[in-house]
């Protein structure tokens, strides 16, 4: 699972995650630290709503639909693209 996420934010984050970082340990105090943040900023702020999910359990539509109010039936995986890199480690499972 680190390894996704260190793809994912080397992908999305560039530079931002350059220097220290390169351990498992660096990078799970990075996603924590910026959990941490949002979560404080939510808090500061109360018109904001935070949704937290696990992805991956089986239930998101479920979760989101209650969030939203929205058929939990809405939610799910459409034209997904079996070719990406995400759908790989996926099927090494």
Request: aromatic share 8%.
């Amino acid at each position: 699972p680190m390894g996704h996420l260190r793809f994912f934010l080397r992908e999305a984050c560039g530079d931002l995650v350059g220097g220290p970082g390169g351990s498992d340990a660096d990078l799970r105090r990075f996603y924590e630290g910026h959990s941490d943040l949002v979560r404080n900023f939510v808090k500061r702020h109360p018109s904001h709503a935070l949704v937290q999910l696990d992805v991956g359990n089986g239930n998101e539509g479920s979760v989101l639909g209650e969030a939203f109010g929205i058929d939990p039936h809405c939610w799910g995986h459409v034209n997904e693209n079996t070719g990406s890199l995400h759908a790989k480690l996926r099927n090494k499972n």
